[in-house]
C-alpha cells in the first residue's frame, strides 16, 4: 500500500514483531478497544531499528499507553503533538 | 482527539479552518499556535512567545512535554507522508480532515523566513535555552554521563530537557540513529548529505553545529556545505546523490507532496527501499530535533555530537 515495501504483522519475526505487538497493546490499553498496529509503524519496518525506536517513542510519551486521552489538564497531554500534525498538512 | 475535546462539530471545522477565530479555551489556542510555529516556521519562535505560555499557567516541565510531543508526532507526520501511508480503516475521523490544511501550510510556509537553503539562523544568546534548567536531577547525571562518555561533552539540549528527565533515553537513541547509516544502503557520504542539507532547510544553528562537521568528516575538503546552502541543483552531484537530497529536500518541509514517484527515482539510481526508509528517517529524527531546538530557544553547542568512536 505505501511507497515502501513493509512488512505486515503476520510476517513480522524477532524484535519487530514483538514491537508491533507492544505499539498494538499500548493503544488498545489507552483507547480501550482492541487496535491493530497502525500501518504507521510498519513504514520503517524493513529497517527495524526504526520501527523500534518508534515504538519506544510511544511508550515514553504515552506512559506506556497509560493516558491517551486524558484530559485533565488545562491542556491534555498529547494534545500539542496532535496540533503539529493538524497543521502538518498531514494526510494521514 | 477533536470530538472528545470539542463536542460541536462546527467548533472542529472552524479550528482545522481557522484556529485563531475559533471559540476555545486560551490554553488550547496556544497550543495549536505552538503546533503550527513547530510544524511550518520553528525558527521564527521566540521567547516571548515561550512567555506567552508561561503567563497563561503553563510551567516549563510542561512546555518540555509540548515540545517532545511535537517531537515525537513530527517524526511520525514525516514517516508517514514519506513513506505514503494509507490511512488505517480504524483512523478516527479527526485524523482524515488533516489534509483540509495543506493550502494554507503552503501558503504561509512560502511567504515567512528567507528563502529555503539560506544560512541557519544565528545561534541563541541564551545560557542554554529559554526553559528553566535543573542539572542537580540524578537522571539528568546519568543521561550526562552517558553524553561525556560519548561525545565527551553534554550538548545543550540534554540540559533544556532536565526538568523532563524521563525523556532522556528516547533523545539518547534518537541521537545514536543519526550518527550514521543504519541500514548499509545508504552510504555513509549520502547520510551526511541528507543531515547537512536538513539543517540548512530547517535554519538550525543548533543542527549545523554537527551536520557541518559530520560533512567536513566525510569529504574533507569538498566546498559541500556551501553548496547545500544555496541552490545545490546548480552543482554537480552523482545521480544518486542528486536523488536523494531532492527527497530530502522535499522531505524537510514539504513531505506531504512526496508522492510513489520520489522513492521510485531512488530505485532507478540503484537504491533500495531500505536507503529511501533511512532518508525519511534522517530528515524527520533530525528535523524533529532541530525544531524542539528552535522552540526552546537551546543555545547551539560548542562542539558536534559526533561519537568519539568515530
Keep these: 500500500m505505501g511507497f515502501v515495501r513493509m512488512i505486515e504483522e503476520g510476517e513480522a519475526t524477532g524484535l ?22 497502525p500501518e504507521l509503524y510498519k513504514v520503517s519496518s524493513i529497517v527495524p531499528a526504526y520501527t523500534h525506536a518508534l515504538s519506544e517513542s510511544q511508550r515514553l510519551l504515552t506512559g506506556d499507553g497509560q493516558h491517551y486521552c486524558e484530559s485533565d489538564a488545562a491542556v491534555p497531554r498529547l494534545f500539542a503533538g496532535f496540533c503539529v500534525a493538524a497543521l502538518s498538512a498531514c494526510f494521514h | 482527539m477533536l470530538p472528545q475535546l470539542y463536542p460541536d462539530p462546527q467548533v472542529v471545522q472552524q479550528l482545522l479552518e481557522d484556529f485563531e477565530a475559533a471559540e476555545i479555551p486560551w490554553p488550547h489556542k496556544l497550543a495549536w499556535r505552538f503546533g503550527k510555529r513547530f510544524a511550518q516556521n520553528s525558527w521564527e519562535a521566540t521567547q516571548a512567545q515561550l512567555q506567552e505560555l508561561r503567563d497563561a499557567g503553563i510551567d516549563d516541565a510542561e512546555i518540555l512535554r509540548w515540545a517532545e510531543g511535537a517531537c515525537v508526532q513530527t517524526w511520525w507526520v514525516m514517516s508517514a507522508d514519506g513513506g505514503g501511508v494509507a490511512l488505517d480503516e480504524f483512523t478516527p475521523s479527526s485524523g482524515r480532515v488533516v489534509g483540509l490544511g495543506r493550502e494554507a501550510y503552503e501558503a504561509e510556509t512560502l511567504r515567512t523566513g528567507a528563502a529555503p537553503g539560506a544560512s541557519p539562523s544565528a545561534p541563541s544568546q541564551a545560557r542554554v535555552a529559554w526553559v528553566e534548567v535543573d542539572l542537580q ?96 541543483t546548480r552543482h554537480p552531484w552523482s545521480a544518486a546523490e542528486r536523488a536523494v537530497l531532492d527527497f530530502a529536500a522535499k522531505m524537510a518541509l514539504t513531505s506531504y507532496k512526496v508522492t510513489d514517484k520520489d522513492p521510485a527515482r531512488l530505485r532507478e539510481v540503484g537504491l533500495d527501499d531500505a536507503a529511501t526508509v533511512e532518508v525519511i528517517n534522517v530528515v524527520s529524527i533530525q528535523s524533529s530535533i532541530e525544531r524542539a531546538a528552535h522552540m526552546l530557544g537551546v543555545a547551539a553547542d560548542t562542539a558536534p555530537l559526533l561519537a568519539r568512536k568515530a
Aim: charged fraction near 20%; aromatic fraction near 12%.
Design chain 1, 16 to 37: 519487530l514483531a514483538e514491537n508491533y505487538r507492544l505499539v498494538s497493546e499500548r493503544y488498545s490499553h489507552g483507547l480501550g478497544f482492541h487496535l491493530p498496529t
Design chain 2, 137 to 232: 536531577r540524578t537522571e539528568y547525571g546519568q543521561a550526562a554521563a552517558w553524553a561525556e562518555a560519548r561525545y565527551g561533552f553534554v550538548p545543550n539540549f540534554f540540559k533544556a530537557f532536565s526538568l523532563r528527565p524521563q525523556l532522556y533515553p528516547r533523545h539518547q537513541r534518537a541521537l545514536e540513529l543519526l550518527e550514521a547509516p543504519v541500514s548499509g544502503s545508504l552510504s555513509p557520504r549520502q547520510h551526511a548529505l541528507v543531515r547537512a542539507l536538513v539543517s540548512q532547510r530547517n535554519r538550525s544553528a543548533y543542527g549545523a553545529v554537527t551536520s557541518r562537521a559530520l560533512l567536513e568528516r566525510i569529504a574533507p575538503g569538498e566546498p559541500l556545505w556551501q553548496r547545500l546552502g544555496g541552490d545545490y
